[in-house]
């Protein structure tokens, strides 16, 4: 079991930046994928972007390249969500999840968080 809490939300103006941050406690492996996901309301939850634990190789929604960045403290068992240059359109519930190694990494996450609201004003 690996519980996830999510922080850093909050209300920025377009072009601003938030780090979000995601603290896995439980039984957690070494070699797992660690994930961000986001829903804006009326919306379908949406992949953002993923960190293999181990090797450290990440991917990222389109929307989000050369704007967001996650990285990972191993010693703090914490993934970050660095997000510069935001847009109104980013607006939504940022969740973190967590699962084993997969092929597929943009969905069958196990583990979730309860979520932290940004919001971005034009």
């Known amino acids: 079991q690996v519980q996830l809490v999510e922080s850093g939300g909050g209300l920025v103006q377009a072009g601003g930046s938030l780090r979000l941050s995601c603290a896995a406690s439980?039984?957690?492996?070494?070699?797992?994928?660690m994930a961000w996901f986001r829903q804006a309301p009326g919306k379908e939850r949406e992949f953002v972007t993923f960190?293999?634990?181990?090797?450290?190789?990440?991917d990222y929604a389109d929307s989000v390249k050369g704007r967001f960045t996650i990285y990972r403290d191993k010693a703090k068992n914490t993934v970050y969500l660095q997000m510069n240059g935001l847009k109104p359109e980013d607006t939504a519930v940022y969740y973190c999840?967590?699962?084993?190694?997969?092929?597929?990494?943009?969905?069958?996450?196990?583990?979730w968080g309860q979520g932290t609201q940004v919001t971005v004003s034009s």
């Open positions: 960190i293999n634990w181990s090797y450290g190789n990440t």
């Open positions: 999840a967590a699962r084993n190694r997969g092929a597929d990494y943009t969905r069958n996450y196990d583990y």
């Open positions: 439980g039984r957690t492996y070494s070699n797992y994928n």
